[in-house]
């Protein structure tokens, strides 16, 4: 019972840095039990337990939403915890004990399958991963730039480590190097935005409750004070508006579309940035972000990385589609360009809701980009830990890439990031409006 209520207590301890309650500095009496008990019981368990706590929340999505049956929906999550435990907790575990068995190299072996986890299956599951902690530590955030997440991972782990071993000089040596790193990279962005060209923009959050999105009747119903909200917007006089994903129920080539001309016609006033559905080369569907201005196409961005079973249904599990009416129909096709919508000065580097977990995808959209503009809609899981999982991610990627990041939500919170992870404004969790900001222009 004793080493049941460890095991426990250690995944509740993994939990609760990455929870709405972000008590970061929990991670590391976690990663000393971890390295305390390394055997395959112990982890099974705390990583049973961190995992199914922490994503517990995306059961509102099939349950509430996906009408699936709440009995079914646990068992599938259930399945879905298990997979993850074995795979992030047990798996590199097993290779440890097989292929080292030094104690120091445990974190290698975990850090570096949360890499490979951020890609398989069917391209990956980049969440909870522990480098996003580091966004709560003072300078040590700045290292982001240059260690990445994953990198962060292992750094944590490692000050971890020293500290169960009572390595004073290497812990000390460790904490040197995170710090003087954090101060150049903050020294290198103070400097940067010295020189930036300012831009005012106008965030757009629709807040349509999500039982409505899912009917076209019942979206179409707040299109009309949607359109309001962009017009108070322009009143402002910004250099970009700016909408979630799917932020309108019409298709964005449907030229017949009362309201969809209505919005096309507000693009005369400035750029207008906006998420929509569109069905091209037949009927493929596709999730895109597009730039409007003066009634035309600036430019857009399919988004790439599909998600798994929410967007399309992966081999060999179609037959799910029999089963659950939500993800029935016709699966989302992947985009294949990877640059950034350019206006003017104005270089928009815009992934789309889950695609911001994914380190290698933003880098490269952001590349040649002077912002990141993440549209996403958090409404299928209500203000639970998964939207505040998500919210996180984009201060992760204004860390990294040192750039301004306007998280622009449907439910909220919609969003502005700073390059050093600062929130510096937001609207709160489903309340309609607008948000206006002065932002700079971060060039690579």
Same mark, same amino acid.
């Given at each position: #019972?004793? /080493? ?60 509430? @939403? ?6 079914? +929906? ?14 992030? #907790? ?28 951020? @890609? ?18 003072? %300078?040590?955030? !700045? ?6 997440? !994953? ?17 004073? *000089? ?7 190097? *995170? ?27 629709? +807040? ?33 508006? /700016? ?13 017949? $579309? ?20 569109? %069905? ?5 569907? !596709?999730?895109? +972000? ?7 196409? /600036? ?12 967007? @399309? ?46 380190? $290698? ?11 990141? *503009? /993440? ?37 909220? $919170? ?12 937001? %609207?709160? !969790? #489903?309340?309609?409006? %607008? ?10």
């Amino acid at each position: #019972m004793r /080493v049941f209520i460890l095991a426990i207590l250690n995944g509740v301890l993994l939990y609760l840095p990455f929870s709405r309650y972000e008590l970061w500095f929990l991670i590391f009496p976690a990663l000393l039990m971890l390295l305390a008990n390394p055997n395959h019981r112990h982890y099974f368990l705390a990583g049973f337990t961190f995992f199914f706590i922490s994503l517990e929340c995306v059961n509102i999505a099939s349950i509430q @939403y996906g009408g699936v049956n709440p009995f079914l +929906a646990y068992a599938l999550f259930s399945i879905f915890a298990l997979f993850l435990t074995f795979y992030q #907790m047990n798996l590199p575990l097993m290779l440890w004990k097989k292929l080292s068995h030094s104690l120091w190299t445990l974190p290698l072996f975990y850090s570096l399958f949360e890499v490979i986890r951020s @890609y398989l299956p069917y391209g990956g599951f980049p969440w909870l991963v522990l480098g996003e902690i580091s966004t709560y530590i003072p %300078i040590a955030k !700045y290292s982001l730039r240059f260690f990445t997440v !994953y990198g962060e991972s292992l750094l944590m782990w490692y000050v971890a480590y020293f500290l169960f071993k009572r390595k004073v *000089v290497p812990l000390l040596f460790l904490l040197m190097l *995170v710090f003087l790193t954090g101060l150049y990279a903050k020294h290198t962005l103070l400097k940067e935005l010295s020189s930036a060209v300012s831009i005012k923009v106008a965030l757009v959050q629709t +807040a349509i409750p999500q039982e409505d999105k899912l009917t076209e009747k019942e979206f179409r119903k707040h299109t009309k004070e949607i359109l309001s909200l962009v017009r108070s917007a322009l009143k402002e006089k910004p250099d970009l508006v /700016v909408l979630p994903e799917s932020a309108f129920p019409f298709f964005f080539s449907d030229e017949f $579309d009362k309201d969809r001309n209505e919005f096309f016609e507000l693009s005369f006033q400035a750029p207008l940035l906006v998420g929509l559905i569109d %069905i091209r080369e037949g009927l493929k569907p !596709y999730n895109s +972000a597009y730039l409007i201005k003066d009634g035309q196409l /600036v430019g857009y961005y399919d988004k790439i990385r599909l998600l798994p079973i929410g967007e @399309y249904v992966p081999f060999p599990f179609a037959f799910l589609k029999d089963v659950f009416s939500a993800i029935a129909g016709i699966d989302y096709t992947p985009g294949k360009t990877w640059k950034p919508i350019t206006y003017r000065n104005i270089r928009l580097a815009t992934p789309i809701c889950f695609e911001v977990a994914y380190w $290698d995808l933003v880098r490269k959209l952001s590349k040649e980009a002077n912002l990141i *503009v /993440v549209l996403t809609n958090d409404g299928w899981f209500n203000n639970s830990d998964c939207t505040h999982q998500h919210f996180t991610w984009a201060r992760v990627r204004a860390l990294e890439n040192a750039k301004f990041v306007l998280w622009v939500n449907n439910s909220g $919170d919609t969003a502005v990031i700073d390059p050093s992870g600062k929130v510096l404004k937001k %609207i709160p !969790y #489903m309340k309609r409006g %607008i948000l206006v900001y002065d932002i700079k222009l971060m060039d690579p």
